[in-house]
């Protein structure tokens, strides 16, 4: 499978516009959310922000990968999450003051809020 291949399966969406983190996280499947956020940051065709933008992506409702998978009450699936962007960071896969600045740039504060934490 070409890495063009594996990045359409990863930003592909259902119906409801929901992509495969998403019901993976929405289900509390943490092996293959891990998985999955493998698949993201091993892909080095994809830029810095384009695997921002399928960690960002949301349902029709806005709701996050992240959101759901609190919602619904999955604690090993947000720690998987965290463990991936944490291990994606650590080897220098994320520049985190980029995404800070990209994100003050963008007007999104909540994220700049997120990269505090």
Do not use: W
């Not at 594996?6 to 409801?16: Q, R």
């Not at 091993?42 to 695997?51: E, I, P, R």
């Not at 699936?77 to 003050?104: E, P, R, Y």
Request: glycine share 6%; hydrophobic share 45%; charged share 20%.
């Amino acid at each position: 499978m070409t890495n063009a291949q594996k990045e359409e399966l990863l930003a592909g969406k259902n119906a409801d516009g929901c992509s495969a983190l998403y019901i993976a996280c929405q289900y509390g499947r943490r092996e293959i959310v891990t998985i999955l956020m493998a698949a993201i940051f091993s892909n080095l065709d994809l830029t810095n922000a384009q695997k921002a933008e399928l960690l960002a992506a949301k349902d029709a409702d806005g709701c996050s990968a992240l959101y759901i998978a609190c919602k619904n009450g999955h604690p090993e699936t947000v720690t998987a999450l965290f463990t991936a962007l944490f291990t994606a960071i650590c080897n220098g896969d994320i520049n985190l003051s980029h995404a800070k600045k990209q994100s003050c740039l963008l007007g999104k504060m909540e994220m700049v809020v997120l990269h505090c934490i």
